[in-house]
């Protein structure tokens, strides 16, 4: 009598652009485009160092107010027909990139990040309607404290203590200081940008999907 024989399957991985997949979304500030320039030459001079970091590229630079995560396909299309009301009651205000950090703290960085300053209130005002606009698709956003930065890189693995302190000596040197010097002129906040994550290995590219501008 002849064994009966198991069929094994193989699962085709989900088309990332069919109506089955979820898009990883998040709402954003936009780095400005006027600045971009100053930000790839201190993006240059930090690379040099190779550390082992992941430094992002100029053009990914933004100020994330809410990551969404992962959501249906429908749902991200009825956020992206709506978005342009995200912020109609908000008007422009300035900020400015004021040094930088690290997340959690210097003797453990994992996240490089730049800081900012400028007109936080409104920053805050504009974090809470946006969070208010997502609610409306009962879409809960993260509830840790909301700590304005912009990420410059991410740790690849735990830093060691000279790594640490090459790093430290990095963001400290002259040339790094000038860029930092030069980044420091206010700029213009009129808008908020819907984005969709692409993950590689490359790193994450981000793909606009919504633009909301101020009232």
């Given amino acids: 009598m002849p064994r009966d024989r198991r069929k094994f399957t193989k699962e085709r991985?989900?088309?990332p652009d069919s109506v089955e997949a979820q898009w990883r979304l998040f709402v954003a500030v936009d780095f400005p485009e006027s600045r971009r320039a100053v930000l790839d030459e201190l993006?240059?001079?930090v690379?040099?160092?190779d550390l082992p970091i992941?430094?992002?590229?100029a053009n990914a630079a933004h100020l994330t107010l809410h990551f969404i995560g992962d959501v249906p396909v429908e749902t991200a299309e009825l956020l992206r027909l709506a978005f342009s009301s995200a912020s109609a009651s908000t008007h422009p205000f300035s900020l400015k990139v004021d040094g930088a950090g690290t997340f959690p703290n210097l003797n453990k960085p994992q996240i490089i990040w730049l800081g900012l300053a400028g007109d936080i209130a409104s920053l805050r005002r504009l974090h809470r309607a946006s969070e208010t606009f997502l609610l409306g698709f009962d879409i809960v956003t993260e509830q840790r404290e909301f700590k304005p930065h912009i990420t410059l890189g991410r740790a690849r693995q735990s830093?060691?203590?000279p790594e640490i302190n090459a790093l430290v000596s990095l963001m400290r040197s002259d040339p790094v200081q000038a860029r930092l010097t030069e980044l420091a002129e206010p700029f213009r906040v009129d808008h908020?940008?819907?984005y969709r994550s692409h993950l590689s290995h490359e790193g994450a590219t981000y793909e606009p999907l919504a633009t909301a501008r101020f009232g």
């Fill in 192 to 194: 908020l940008t819907l």
């Fill in 159 to 161: 830093l060691q203590s």
């Fill in 43 to 45: 993006l240059d001079t």
């Fill in 54 to 57: 992941r430094w992002i590229g």
């Fill in 13 to 15: 991985p989900v088309d």
């Fill in 47 to 49: 690379r040099s160092a």
